[in-house]
T-cell receptor, first 111, second 112 residues
Framework: GEDVEQSLFLSVREGDSSVINCTYTDSSSTYLYWYKQEPGAGLQLLTYIFSNMDMKQDQRLTVLLNKKDKHLSLRIADTQTGDSAIYFCAEIFTGRRALTFGSGTRLQVQP | DAGVIQSPRHEVTEMGQEVTLRCKPI?????LFWYRQTMMRGLELLIY????????DSGMPEDRFSAKMPNASFSTLKIQPSEPRDSAVYFC??????????FGPGTRLTVT
């Protein structure tokens, strides 16, 4: 069935790189997304990748897509305390327009 | 652009009362989505509209929930009667032609 899975928690030190991973089940989706949610706030669209791409870089963010393994990752370079938040990967499954979200990964950045 | 606007930001009500949540999508967007976020179930779609027409309401929990979109710039989600298990954060999002979805700040609903 339709499913998007993420690990629940990641802790890194300030200045290190963070890698948040996601696996999904629908290989025919067109776009995959990363959203950021800070405490008590809404979801902020961080970045997205088109399914025919392997990698997309946007400043400190790098998205890697492995379609064979149905694996998506978000790398944050030089992680800052302001990056502490919950990160959701999301996919639009075939035949739908709504997003299906993973459970979210809580990123904790230690000074 | 002001982004997606939701009101109220917080709502506390007693069980059995009617609750109405409001959303104004980004101007020019023609798809509108209502999502609910809870600790137990995460983020899940309730309903979405395309060009003001409800397309997929399979996520609406039961008949107590209803949603309307009378025009391109306004939508409501109504719960009547409300129950404690409806306590959650309700998000509205909008997009253009099924593209990137932009979320509002959410309405935190507490039903006592």
């Amino acid at each position: 069935g339709e499913d998007v899975e993420q690990s629940l928690f990641l802790s890194v030190r300030e200045g290190d790189s963070s890698v948040i991973n996601c696996t999904y089940t629908d290989s025919s989706s067109t776009y995959l997304y990363w959203y950021k949610q800070e405490p008590g706030a809404g979801l902020q669209l961080l970045t997205y990748i088109f399914s025919n791409m392997d990698m997309k870089q946007d400043q400190r963010l790098t998205v890697l897509l492995n379609k064979k393994d149905k694996h998506l990752s978000l790398r944050i370079a030089d992680t800052q305390t302001g990056d502490s938040a919950i990160y959701f990967c999301a996919e639009i499954f075939t035949g739908r327009r709504a997003l299906t979200f993973g459970s979210g990964t809580r990123l904790q950045v230690q000074p | 652009d002001a982004g997606v606007i939701q009101s109220p930001r917080h709502e506390v009500t007693e069980m059995g009362q009617e609750v109405t949540l409001r959303c104004k999508p980004i101007s020019g967007h023609n798809s509108l989505f209502w999502y609910r976020q809870t600790m137990m179930r995460g983020l899940e779609l309730l309903i979405y509209f395309n060009n003001n027409v409800p397309i997929d309401d399979s996520g609406m929990p039961e008949d107590r929930f209803s949603a309307k979109m009378p025009n391109a710039s306004f939508s409501t989600l109504k719960i009547q009667p409300s129950e404690p298990r409806d306590s959650a954060v309700y998000f509205c999002a909008s997009s253009f032609q099924g593209g990137k979805q932009y979320f509002g700040p959410g309405t935190r609903l507490t039903v006592t």
